[in-house]
């Protein structure tokens, strides 16, 4: 398995938003800019065929319209979302305000699926969707890919929550939210990190959606089972 992180800042950093590549064809997240991150990284965003969705914050699926006129223009249509129940009605309401006149060749030519369930196999992961606490913001989803051998999971934006601990008992590596220095009711902190980093470690904690000052606070720490990625980091399991 080999996961790219493409993003690990918070939407106010030079950082690209929060959002990963496993493998060559599936996404975790989608947010502003993520097509354009992509090409940068010498990545052709025509290949992605699944995009994991944790929760509909602008910062996590933005870039939908312009990955659905890509995939409408490209040899491969196919394009599976798995997302809440609401997803296709917001994608579309996107779509729509993007590219006002094309929606529908759009939508005629990609060849698209919804996916809601709670477990469901992408490639040859299981891969199983874990409700977290994001404040107001009502649902947000964590994943697990198991792959057999082991498991990897991101935690999408989160709190501290029940699920965020079972999920770092069982993981091999957890891409988690760190955004702030300390934990908020919406996002997990440093503080938070510490935490679960001592209370779990067999687990690796990659941190994303960092602050600025949070990533220098990280840096400073050095915690052995932290890691702090730059964006286009590779990590092969
Ligand atoms: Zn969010
Ligand atoms: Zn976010």
Known sequence: MKIKVIGSGS??????????????????????????????????????????????HGDHYFDIPFYFLLKSR?????????????GKRK?????????????????????????YKETFKVNNYI??????????MKPAFGYIFDTKKYKIGFTGDTTICKNVLYMASVCEYLFCDCMFIKGTSKHMGIDNIK???????????????????????????????????????????
């Open 127 to 136: 891969v199983q969707k874990y409700l977290v606490d994001h404040g107001r």
């Open 11 to 56: 939407m106010w950093t030079g950082y690209n938003s929060a959002s990963y590549m496993i493998d060559d064809n599936i996404l975790v997240d989608i947010p502003n800019g993520m097509c354009k991150n992509l090409f940068k990284l010498g990545i052709n965003p025509r290949k992605i065929e699944h995009v994991l969705i944790t929760h509909f």
């Open 195 to 237: 935490y679960l980093s001592k209370e779990y470690p067999n687990c690796k904690f990659v941190v994303s959606h960092l602050e600025d000052d949070t990533r220098k606070e990280l840096q400073k720490l050095k915690i052995e089972n932290v890691i702090i990625p730059e964006d286009s980091l590779e990590i092969t399991i």
């Open 91 to 115: 994608n579309q309401k996107l779509l729509k305000l993007a590219f006002p006149n094309s929606t529908k060749e759009i939508n005629e030519a990609i060849d698209l699926k919804y996916i």
């Open 74 to 86: 490209a040899d491969n249509h196919n394009i599976n979302i798995y997302c809440s129940k609401e």
